[in-house]
């Protein structure tokens, strides 16, 4: 399995993801600069970590939506292979289009941080197949800008789809329907606010994220 | 005769320096200064550039120990954490600015505290702050809670640096004069820390990061001057900072510092060019020559003057090895940052600066730096009060209540309203921060199963009530709390934020409180190895209370041995270690509960404090204790609330002895820990304990859900709790 974390200026959880998945796979991904305009060759699986890519002018994601390397990274989604985003990069998924909705300030207008409980919605996904469906985890979260919004028929089809792949059990932001984390359609994008890259060890943060590196990546 | 250049007058020379120190630039100079010159002095002498009132003080800290590779003097301090690799960490004020611009002010003073650090060539791994604010009802205090907060958390969370604790307190002292400390701590190979001595003449000047504007001009002189009512038209000199670019500016000195293409490295903080220059070819013994023509400006028709004091963020001077220039453009233009070579190093001894053809400045280098002013200010000793002990007060009416009042007060009230703000936990490396239950703040060295601990503490009322013992007790609770989470306590930075100096009284409390930490500091080994003066906290005449900050930082060999105090669980045998005299004088309590500030300090018997925590910290490695909690403001109710709400456990204590109750329960006798320990090493522990010759003292049971004393008093902790999470919120006008 190759990987590649994408790194824009200002995303700040790239060694994190990195230090994930080299812990699930054995190897360092690749990190590939934003002004790259191709990933590495036969690159499986891209990551987008958090951060404040480009400092979140303008709106968080939206300049790192459309930097060099997003066409190789619309292209590999598009060849059905895994995409992961998560916080920042969430946001930037959906800003280019890959994810439906949209990210707003959080309900409570404050950067909330903390261990936050979650409940799977959907386990027979390629992201989430290491969960049971229904178990409870724990996840750190850490943003400003992680309310999810999108419209009622949009919000019904995620759901019916089982798009809906996180949902939070103590909503921190006002997102609709608690939606903590969602695929697309055909199940190989996939964005959360929650870090799972944070929560791969017992000892610092709890390791409830390592089924998802695991269920990815496949060495559970 | 007074001698003014063409264009000075009296009232411009007055504005920039007091006469005496204007008639020592003119002898140094051997003419009059113009205005760029009078600018470069007035900053290089001002109190925060210079510290010409506490110098003389200062050099009464012991700076120098086993494990300290660099003490005060540069950017900040370094210790050996072994295996090659070394902590940095600093502490800084920003006090001045935080209270005119509490969002701006609070975020520069993390982007400067950050610089200092990293400018070592360390990469930051955890920040820190100390926060005091007014009275709760003070008009101001909601929106400077609100601002400083959001600064902090605004600059802390987009650089990508986990803020993993700090301290706040509310007291009337502070309602004119808030105090915003942030600390910064790093990592780097001991073998490759970057110094702002090094330069030798004829390299390159090289500045990078931001263009310079105009903000910021003379901050370090608005930092050095009390404030009045007209402060808030200060506004104009307080930085604008930008995380974003100094995440970029971060990892674009990282990988530069990887070369060998540097000879020093200073960031510009205070005083921007003129002092980050001075300091390098000060340190370096050598000339500067540089073309203001050449440095990155935002705005157009910038004057010398501007962009020698501007204090714009996020921008830093390297002077590199010659020829190694087009490494560092290549790195900073891959950043997008401004990079330009400004000018270069010289033989001359001087400080020569050229704009649009002219040469604009012209001053001797040694005697800027070495020439400042420094004051031998008259002071006065504090006169002692009497100590107040349980005996002389009347016992509360209802503990149950005295309790939940004390829990619920603005000094030991939850915090969660704002570290929820603070990312906690970017760098995945968070192993305790203020949500956990451990009296400092751990952070695992990167790869390694070694954890740095952290804290911040001072109690400015014993400071304000006996500045010696005030001192003392700053330095040995640093040094407790370390040892509490299973540290090696290694070395201190400080944070001096005291009123006006020219004050009798005022310099007095500067010079006991260091007394008193440099009595600590020696007899624990905790020597000072940074730190920052902030004088001239006043406002309308109204000094705020001494309060020399102690960030302390220690090193816990083996992450799986770290202490906390939730694990708790029933059957566990509660101990105290330490001996309670029952001392109430300037504690919580009494303000609390008798509306009084007044008495002496708990003393601060430093060789009890050093035995009793050492005794700790072995039983801690040992394995023989479950939780542990350090006893200080609110004594051991508030302690035993706290253990009991982190570990959702009760906890049932029994007084015996002639100690009036409330003596036992609030007093803030020092040295003392609260311990949990399994039944079956409890024996064990006291022997052990009983040939150490420390005192350790059986006094209850932990089970239930409640914390109960003598089977009479009975709190639960969800009263707790709820009283204990509800007064930010309330503050903040967010209670549900």
Known sequence: MKSAVIVFPGSNCDRDAAMAIEKVTGTAPAMVWHQETELPDGTDFVMLPGGFSYGDYLRCGAMAGVSHIIPAVKAHAEAGKPVLGVCNGFQILIETGLLPGALMRNASLHFVCEKSPLRVENANTQFTSGYATNREIVIPIAHHDGNYFADDATLDRLEGEGQVLFRYQNNPNGSARDIAGIANERGNVMGMMPHPERAIDLDHGGSDGLALFESLLGSA | MTQFAEGITQEIADTHLPRDEYEKAVEILGRAPNLVELGIFSVMWSEHCSYKSSRVHLKKFPVTGEKVI????????????????????????????????????????????????????????????????????????????????????????????????????????????????????????????????????????????????????????????????????????????????????????????????????????????????????????????????????????????????????????????????????????????DVATIGETTDSGRMVLTHNGETVCDIPLDPLAEDAPMYERPWARAIPEPAVMADELSQPKDYEEAILTLMVSPDLSSKRWIWRQYDRHVMADTAASSEDPADAAIVRVHGTNKGIAITTDCTPRYCENHPIEGGKQAVAEAWRNLTAVGADPIAITDC??????????????????????????????????????????????????????????????????????????????????????????????????????????PPVDLVVEKRNGDFVREQIRSGAIKACHDLSDGGLAAAASEMAMASGTGLNLVHEGDLPLHGWLFGEDQARYLLAVDEAKAKALRAAARAAGVPLHVIGIAGGEALTINGMIDVSIADLKAVNESFMPTLMGEAD
Not at chain 2, 245 to 269: F, P, R, S, W
Not at chain 2, 300 to 326: C, H, N, V
Request: proline share 5%.
């Open chain 2, 496 to 601: 001096m934020n005291f009123g006006n100096p020219e004050k009798d009284h005022i310099m007095g409390q500067f010079a006991e409180c260091v007394e008193g930490m440099s009595e600590a500091c020696k007899v624990l080994d905790f020597p000072v190895v940074s730190g920052n003066v902030s004088l001239y906290n006043e406002t309308n005449g109204f000094a705020i209370p001494p309060t020399p900050a102690v960030g302390g930082v220690g090193l816990i060999p083996d992450l799986s041995k770290r202490m906390g105090f939730g694990n708790v669980s029933a059957g566990d045998i509660v101990m105290v270690v330490g001996d309670t005299e029952g001392h109430l004088g300037a504690s919580i309590y009494l303000r609390v509960m008798e509306n009084r500030e007044d008495g002496c300090p």
């Open chain 2, 70 to 337: 660099q003490g005060p003097g540069e950017n900040a301090g370094v210790v050996d954490i072994g295996d090659g690799q070394a902590c940095i960490f600093k502490m800084e004020s920003h006090n001045h600015p935080s209270y005119i611009e509490p969002y701006q002010g609070a975020a520069t003073g993390v982007g400067g505290i950050l610089r200092d650090v990293f400018t070592m060539g360390a990469r930051p791994i955890a920040l820190m702050n100390a926060l005091r604010f007014g009275a709760p009802d003070h008009p101001k205090t909601r929106q400077l809670v609100s601002g400083v907060v959001a600064g902090i958390g605004g600059y802390g969370n987009c650089v990508g640096v986990p803020t993993v604790g700090g301290e706040t307190n509310f007291h009337a002292g502070y309602n004119g004069n808030i105090l915003v400390n942030a600390m910064a701590v790093g990592l780097a190979d001991a073998d490759k820390i970057f110094y702002a001595r090094g330069a030798e003449p004829g390299q390159p000047i090289v500045y990078v990061g931001s263009k310079t504007g105009r903000d910021g001009i003379h901050g370090a002189t608005m930092a050095s001057a009390e404030f009045d009512d007209e402060s808030d038209e200060k506004r104009p000199t307080v930085q604008v900072g930008d995380p974003f670019v100094e995440k970029k500016l971060i990892e674009a000195c990282l990988e530069l510092m990887a070369t060998d293409a540097i000879a020093a490295v200073q960031d510009m903080g205070a005083a921007g060019l003129t002092s980050s220059s001075v300091e390098m070819a000060g340190k370096g013994q050598v000339g500067l020559l540089m073309d203001l023509d050449k440095v990155p400006q935002r705005e157009d028709r910038m004057t010398a003057y501007e962009m020698m004091l501007s204090e714009s963020q996020e921008r830093m001077l390297f002077i590199l090895k010659p020829g190694k220039e087009q490494i560092a453009y290549d790195i900073f233009n891959k950043w997008e940052l």
